[in-house]
């Protein structure tokens, strides 16, 4: 069992990585302020961890609220039904709030925590291995719009993230491999040897080993927990673990929520990242098609969707959280391991990456 820390202070917390911790009860039990407990999850991971859970908690009341799974119910509907089972069972202030899930339910359990009687306690337990490396971690919550995609929610922190790894081998390839797309992403912002493991342990990885995901899950945290610590609210250097998520935003808005995972709209995003990076001058062919190359090795998709045509992705993202005073601003790369935040190109630029030829790059060799 590892334990890293999120520094905020008086609101600082830990993330504990380990296998079977759903069932070591006073992993939770240090955290809970009262006696009542409701766990939000949703259909499909309700029957695999909500009894186990429940048992660690024995002592406390505890409030099931079982949702619909999937983004599609990222929404205002659903998270009323979070909120109709609190009142229903008179959860009170002191309640605490447990997302068991991946980062759809831990999205909308900590929005309800942040707003329900104006701020109850709240725990990450995710199960998904997006929702571990990134979504449990640093206090986005919220839902979507049918207009744009998290464009209503809160920062608010949880009092503990709990990561059991054993979670994982429940988790469909597809899923996994989302997953993956955000643990890249860190190696390519911020951590550039950490982008060498990966390539020497992505089949590993796409295996379940254990020592493997547990690693990558650490250097994950790890990086998410140090950008966080220096910029909770995202007015600077957090803006860059968007890399890949608004042209990503764009991809699921377009297609519906839930047709593209997360995960694989944040890849093809990324690819499209990469080309803009690579027509700026600030990364060669090379490193661009070895990031590349990384991505579709970890089962991912490296070419945008082919019903999307520049004007499409153009009106999605002017719908997009880092669109300040009317400027679209983009996460690019200077250099693999270095990202930066700029409104500063020109739209001839961004127009011939919105039109350029994917399908070619996917098909390159990798260098």
């Given at each position: 069992?590892?334990?890293?820390?999120?520094?905020?202070?008086?609101?600082?917390?830990?993330?504990?990585?380990?296998?079977?911790?759903?069932?070591?009860?006073?992993?939770?039990?240090?955290?809970?302020?009262?006696?009542?407990?409701?766990?939000?999850?949703?259909?499909?991971?309700?029957?695999?961890?909500?009894?186990?859970?429940?048992?660690?908690?024995?002592?406390?009341?505890?409030?099931?609220?079982?949702?619909?799974?999937?983004?599609?119910?990222?929404?205002?509907?659903?998270?009323?039904?979070?909120?109709?089972?609190?009142?229903?069972?008179?959860?009170?202030?002191?309640?605490?709030?447990?997302?068991?899930?991946?980062?759809?339910?831990?999205?909308?359990?900590?929005?309800?925590?942040?707003?329900?009687?104006?701020?109850?306690?709240?725990?990450?337990?995710?199960?998904?291995?997006?929702?571990?490396?990134?979504?449990?971690?640093?206090?986005?919550?919220?839902?979507?719009?049918?207009?744009?995609?998290?464009m209503i929610g809160a920062f608010y922190?949880?009092?503990?993230?709990?990561?059991?790894?054993?979670?994982?081998?429940?988790?469909?390839?597809?899923?996994?491999?989302?997953?993956?797309?955000?643990?890249?992403?860190?190696?390519?912002?911020?951590?550039?040897?950490?982008?060498?493991?990966?390539?020497?342990?992505?089949?590993?990885?796409?295996?379940?080993?254990?020592?493997?995901?547990?690693?990558?899950?650490?250097?994950?945290?790890?990086?998410?927990?140090?950008?966080?610590?220096?910029?909770?609210?995202?007015?600077?250097?957090?803006?860059?673990?968007?890399?890949?998520?608004?042209?990503?935003?764009?991809?699921?808005?377009?297609?519906?929520?839930?047709?593209?995972?997360?995960?694989?709209?944040?890849?093809?995003?990324?690819?499209?990242?990469?080309?803009?990076?690579?027509?700026?001058?600030?990364?060669?062919?090379?490193?661009?098609?070895?990031?590349?190359?990384?991505?579709?090795?970890?089962?991912?998709?490296?070419?945008?969707?082919?019903?999307?045509?520049?004007?499409?992705?153009?009106?999605?993202?002017?719908?997009?959280?880092?669109?300040?005073?009317?400027?679209?601003r983009l996460v690019l790369l200077k250099?693999?391991?270095?990202?930066?935040?700029?409104?500063?190109?020109?739209?001839?630029?961004?127009?011939?990456?919105?039109?350029?030829?994917?399908?070619?790059?996917?098909?390159?060799?990798?260098?």
């Amino acid at each position: 069992m590892q334990t890293l820390q999120v520094d905020l202070g008086e609101r600082s917390y830990p993330i504990t990585i380990g296998e079977q911790l759903i069932d070591q009860a006073e992993l939770l039990s240090r955290h809970i302020r009262g006696k009542q407990v409701a766990i939000v999850t949703n259909d499909t991971v309700a029957p695999l961890y909500l009894e186990r859970l429940t048992r660690s908690l024995a002592g406390y009341s505890v409030t099931p609220v079982v949702l619909p799974d999937g983004e599609a119910h990222k929404n205002w509907e659903t998270l009323q039904s979070i909120f109709d089972a609190l009142l229903a069972a008179r959860h009170d202030r002191n309640t605490t709030i447990i997302a068991l899930g991946g980062g759809v339910v831990g999205d909308m359990a900590g929005f309800a925590a942040a707003s329900y009687q104006r701020g109850v306690s709240f725990i990450q337990v995710p199960t998904t291995l997006l929702s571990q490396v990134d979504s449990s971690v640093g206090g986005k919550t919220g839902i979507n719009h049918p207009l744009g995609k998290n464009m209503i929610g809160a920062f608010y922190q949880p009092q503990a993230v709990l990561i059991d790894t054993a979670t994982l081998t429940t988790l469909p390839a597809r899923e996994l491999s989302a997953g993956l797309a955000e643990v890249i992403k860190y190696g390519l912002i911020c951590d550039e040897p950490f982008l060498g493991w990966l390539e020497d342990n992505v089949d590993r990885l796409r295996a379940l080993d254990q020592q493997a995901l547990t690693e990558a899950i650490r250097r994950s945290c790890a990086a998410k927990a140090r950008v966080v610590g220096a910029d909770e609210r995202e007015s600077g250097i957090r803006a860059t673990l968007n890399l890949g998520h608004t042209f990503g935003h764009a991809i699921e808005t377009h297609q519906g929520y839930g047709v593209w995972l997360h995960g694989e709209a944040v890849s093809a995003g990324t690819v499209m990242a990469l080309e803009m990076s690579r027509r700026l001058g600030w990364i060669s062919a090379a490193e661009q098609q070895r990031a590349v190359s990384l991505l579709a090795r970890a089962g991912l998709p490296v070419v945008p969707p082919a019903n999307m045509r520049a004007e499409d992705f153009l009106e999605h993202m002017a719908v997009d959280k880092k669109v300040l005073d009317g400027r679209l601003r983009l996460v690019l790369l200077k250099r693999l391991g270095e990202a930066v935040v700029t409104s500063d190109f020109p739209r001839e630029v961004l127009e011939s990456t919105l039109n350029a030829n994917y399908d070619s790059l996917a098909q390159a060799p990798s260098t």
